[in-house]
């Protein structure tokens, strides 16, 4: 797998937003680069610790995000739907940790691919488009 690199259409039209979503990318990337790497066992410590940026900067998101879109007056129904992803994502990393926590990352392997197309593809670019409009980006 690549690593994944943002484009202007990715762009909720918020700055602090699209800041946020270009450093979950840079995590993302960092942690596959390190799952690619050769000499992967030496580098479990640095495993980890990328692990825990990932689900912390998630989690931070997240509780950004759905404060600037109740703000910005994103209707309540669908902010429901949208905290609902979010939560889906956050049990699906932290599914992980105990696993990681252990030195075992194979099924990081598999989480990857999840986040890049979950995640950055079907969230940012769908589920987080809708609520562009609200943020004055439209």
């Not at 495993?47 to 404060?67: K, M, N, S, T």
């Not at 030195?103 to 769908?126: F, N």
Request: proline share 4%; charged share 25%; glycine share 8%.
């Amino acid at each position: 797998m690549d690593s994944f690199t943002w484009k202007p259409e990715y762009s909720v039209g918020d700055a602090a937003l699209d800041g946020q979503h270009r450093g979950l990318i840079g995590i993302m990337n960092r942690l596959r680069t390190l799952l690619q790497s050769p000499a992967l066992a030496e580098a479990g410590g640095e495993v980890e610790a990328v692990f825990d940026d990932l689900a912390r900067y998630i989690a931070e998101h997240f509780a950004y995000e759905e404060l600037r879109m109740a703000d910005a007056g994103y209707p309540l129904e669908r902010l429901a739907e949208h905290r609902h992803e979010h939560d889906e994502l956050v049990r699906h990393v932290r599914s992980f940790h105990a696993e990681v926590a252990e030195g075992r990352y194979d099924g990081l392997q598999a989480l990857l691919p999840y986040l890049y197309g979950e995640w950055l593809i079907h969230h940012i670019c769908t589920s987080d488009m809708d609520y562009r409009p609200y943020l004055g980006a439209d």
